[in-house]
């Protein structure tokens, strides 16, 4: 004999050994304790939670031949029918493959009729959100009023489709995906008694894999087992999901983080010819970030390098990384879609120096061009002199600096002491990014050339209360507000306004420089 797929071999009997929905199992056990049974149940939830297992476990319950409790002895006929589909008094109809008007008015016509040789005559509709309007119509009147003897078992993966009017006669039940602990207990469980080695590893990568579902978990265990030959372990798991190992997601994260192309280069083309899930990468690194992000807001980071990862970018990545899963299908490729999302992730972290072979040698210039010009200012040998410099010229003086970077630093900085050739500078948290080495150098020559003196910078993160750029701002809003009201105080423009029912658009009006 054939072997049954565990998914059936191990589909639950009776409500005890089902796995989760402890509060649907819970209250239908004591409606039918306290004989208070709906005549229409809807259960909701995602695919493989056990919506059908629980219906038809209902269904045993109420035609018993031993009667109506909430354990049926799964050994009488009617048990016996019920759990191969076979049982005359319990219809199940499977709503996507039956949705026509036609085949739900004879549904209802055979609600009429008594139950041949059990209590209660129970319909199971299975992705009822599947019926047509017309059908919900026709279904609808033995709904509301249906015979003593009917009961109906609605299951659905998409209850929002469901017409409101359906939704309030039933009682429903929103059934829960299961937990990763809950799919491994089980799977340990059905394992042992199959006679199939495996390790801790190998059962939570196939409880995240089936992302709530424990028949995906059952199905995806027959593919592990068919290829391991009953001998399951990690590296065996990820060959047939096509997953890649958490060392080699953290070295990823790693190498992203430190912006090193030419061994994230190297990845690629290792990924590419390992055949691997892309999707699954991406869910991966997803997750990863999340747990940084997490561990970085409510907790502690073990990796230096990971520790120093802005918050803000790693929100980024985050959003880069669920992107990426969005357009992936959109791509030339899967391979292509996944590698520009990883393309995205280097080009968005701003964090560490670029560390490629060829971009090293431009940062290595750039380094040796700043040393030279730092060389050339100290070569200058000007005189340290007391500053004409203070606060309250601080403005006039930024304004002559050379538009770039280094002059954006100083608009946003806010002159708080002049020490001899020191300035003491501050800016605020959000402008921080511009306070770095090769700006500041910028900075002190400009500054050096203007003042012909030599300067020496210190820049600290903190609030600022009065900046160049915050000065501009006023200066600007104040001028915008007083053409506004110059404009709104002429007389010959009111008139025009009031005689063709014009409206003066405040957003079009520039003071004039």
Partial sequence: MINQALARKWRPKNFDTIVGQGFAIEAIKNSIKNQRIHHAYLFSGTRGVGKTTIARIFAKSLNCQAGVSISPCCNCSSCEEIDHSKAID??????????????????????????????????????????????????????????????????????????????????????????????????????????????????????????????DALSLSDRIINFSNGNITIDKVEKVLGAVSKDTINKLIELIAMNDRDEISKLLKNVQHANLSYEHILKNLAESFYQLSFNQTFGEIDSEILRNIEPKILQVFYQICIQGLKDISLAPNHFIGFSMTIIRLINFNPTYKIKSKSSQNIVEKKSEKNALEDNKLKNLNLPEKILPLGPDNWRETVEKLNNGMAK??????????????????????????????????????????????????????????????????????????????????????????????????????????
């Avoid at 199940?92 to 085949?103: I, P, R």
């Avoid at 509301?144 to 009682?171: G, M, N, Q, Y």
């Avoid at 799919?183 to 409880?207: G, P, Y």
């Fill in 90 to 215: 319990v219809i199940e109809l499977d709503a996507a493959s039956n949705t026509q008007v036609d085949n739900m008015r004879e549904l209802m016509e055979n609600a009429n009729y008594q139950p041949t040789s059990s209590k209660y005559k129970v319909f199971i509709i299975d992705e009822v959100h599947m019926l047509s309007k017309s059908s919900f119509n026709a279904m609808l009147k033995t709904l509301e009023e249906p015979p003593e003897h009917v009961i109906f078992i609605l299951a659905t993966t998409d209850p929002e489709k469901i017409p409101v009017t359906v939704l309030s006669r039933c009682l429903h039940f929103s059934l829960l995906q299961m937990t990763n602990d809950e799919i491994i207990k089980q799977l340990s469980q059905i394992f042992n008694d199959e006679k199939i080695s495996f390790d801790d590893k190998s059962l939570e990568s196939i409880a995240k894999a089936s992302e709530g579902s424990m028949r």
């Fill in 408 to 513: 954006t630093l100083a608009l946003n900085c806010e002159l708080l002491k002049v020490d001899h050739n020191k300035l003491i500078l501050a800016v605020d948290e959000k402008f921080s990014h511009l306070n770095n080495e090769k700006y500041i150098s910028i900075l002190q020559q400009h500054l050096s050339e203007i003042l012909s003196q030599k300067i020496i910078i210190e820049i600290n993160v903190s609030e600022v209360i009065k900046t160049p750029a915050s000065e501009n701002l006023v200066e600007k809003n104040t001028a915008q507000k007083i053409a506004i009201e110059s404009i709104k105080a002429d007389a010959n423009l009111e008139q025009f306004i009031n005689e063709f029912e014009g409206k003066i658009i405040e957003d079009t009006i520039k003071p004039i420089n």
